[in-house]
């Protein structure tokens, strides 16, 4: 019966389609992915290797033996190695490489010189050249006499020998002008076009930004060094959102959600250590006034609340600061106004919520010192909370690193510290 | 002096295009955003509507005066004024709509008909429609005689009378075959489809899945009625994502960075609100426990490190989650086993770090009842927080809603109040 079972499954598998196939392998467990995993055509494996979630990918080539990955990759091409290749044994990587032609080698070794973010890692060989004195026929002939058209191309890239740019043609233009025109009469000559080391995010939005399809890399003296897709960009931009997702919590982007439980158990506890950490140094607040605690043990039972109002506008303000940071809004120019702003609100709000905190206490203790304690002690921990809300997306961003990276932690370490040692400052101070 | 200025912006505005200054309002001061926006030339200012971020759109919408607001819109047509349609006011939407041709009224009517997030209310109406029999020199013909090309079409469809799909062409088939080859013979018969009342993030994905530029939207009979583009479905997934970080922390896609103060301060009245009243109600758990805590002061000092460690792997859980949601890769099949490993790290993990946290404070406070008490209710807590962490996202999505929206709000009410609860009644029935 179970091999029944197989040969239909075998079956089913042969009219999947790489992108099906990596979908597919990216919702099975462990056992069922490693039966479907053997059971792909080679060409289908390879490619789906290009298309399924960086933890899959990581999974699978850790237990596929060395010679039957190099099968794999003699399917790809060096554009498509190097979208991988970070991902591969640097002996299987080294050994792909040296099946490729000499081109496309040195191709993967440019392409893998480029810094991680950049475009020049994402960038494609695949630029199509035309010459400006063509005429649109000559264009057409030698654009049918291509072996295969690759994705994503709705415009050729025109260029002065040698690899000048000097603008794009559209397909579009090529089908809507007489065969006889020349290029330079029916190209768009300034086009937007985007250098190697630039940062991909920033492209990705000005992909958006111009809605485009496909678009020139150049270097320092406009020639053509590759070519950008959307493809390419809405990928880049899914893992990258993705991945900020899971890193505001700690987690890689290749943590496997149906892999081994003692992976999945390690992936967390670096995240766990720290914040461990960051939570026994806060509560050492707590432990300098543990004598008023005693003698006022309402102060045990209202202290989480400061702590908890501060982390959470604190969090507002990040993501606030990091959409803007991410969307380019904030600059030099502005950056005071809006700094200014936020403090205001978090003074406006801290003496409105305060005054309301300072009631329910009221309610619940009878006792007025307290809760001008707890009035004042969350405006404090408010316009706190603000402050790091700024700073800390500001100073990552700064560091070159992501602003949402670790930004809560701090933030709620500085809250939860403040929110305790003010408050219990305070009631020591006033009510003790 | 200033009005030389003026001279020189204006100047300096006239040479933008729509995305550009789009771009410029986005990050400009309140003040600054009015001067500008009152200069932009008329079609400009009605092109940047369609790009710039919600949260400007909205405010501008507010401030500019109904007369001015409906002389931009007659230069968009009923694709480009759907897209903004939910941000007009009602009577300029209804008179921006009897300025349009009659088919022109009925598409803008029958694309606000669907629901917001649907493939319907994103598709646009400037499909290519020709016919299997028709010779390619026949189409290309038909598509010199386009006014003009909508931007994004890699591809035309080919329809059998009275539209229904049969396939789609594809620009490079166009362009590589000879002139008198039939369409029917050239085509593409099994292009991937989408219909109208499709949820536009799976719709999304799917053209990330697929590498697709556009794609026609069929009827239940296969009759092409729109068509969707990659640049629309980019900008829906920004929206969507940005939208997504914001709303986590309880924030409308819609808060502007450089509005008015008390718009900002009253942005984040809700949140609060719900925030102050989950930490109450947490904090009524330790209420509770107020003679133990006079007791063992210690206590007040260790509870919050358990709640704040719940908090934090449940927050792990539900990215981890949040995400196999978003990729489509849960389903009923597989729960079972994620649920499984889930509760299995938990357990592991609590009793790892469990151990660790009642040697530290064995440590501080040299009581080996309150290390217990301490290592067991880490491990009981984090066995909460997963179970937490898995069913708050699973409920929201089942529901229909975001599962990201609100679950942290869920989990750490969990974590913190049966933190508290479990750490001091644990100590209570043990230590005192």
Known sequence: VHRQHEVELRRKLKILNAADAAYLLDMLTLDQRWLVWSMLEEHV???????????????????????????????????????????????????????????????????????????????????????????????????????????QMDKLFVVQKPRHLVGVLPLTALLRHPGDERVNKVMQPNPVTFSADEDAEDAAHAFERYDLISAPVVDENRRVIGRLTVETMMDYLREHHEGAALAKEGLSARTDLFGPVMSGARARWLWLCINLATAFLATRFIALFEQTIISLVALATLMPIVASVGGNTGNQTIALFVRGLAMDHINRDNLRFLVMKELLISVINGALWGCLLGGVAFLLYGNPGISVVMAVATLLNLIIAAAAGIFTPLALAKSGRDPAMGASVVLTFVTDSMGFFIFLGLATWWLI
Chains 1, 2 share one sequence.
């Open 45 to 151: 494996a390879a490619e789906a290797m290009l298309e399924m979630s960086e933890a899959v990918l990581t999974s699978i080539v850790e237990e596929t033996d060395s010679n039957r990955l190099l099968k794999l990759l003699i399917h790809l091409d060096a554009d498509e190695l190097s979208e991988i290749a970070e991902f591969l044994p640097a002996d299987v990587l080294a050994s792909a490489k040296a099946q490729l032609e000499a081109a496309e080698q040195q191709w993967l070794e440019a392409s893998l010189s480029y810094p991680e973010d950049s475009v020049g890692s994402l960038m494609s060989r695949d630029s199509f050249l035309v010459s400006p004195n063509q005429s649109l026929d000559e264009v057409i002939a030698a654009f049918r006499a291509m072996e295969e058209v690759p994705e």
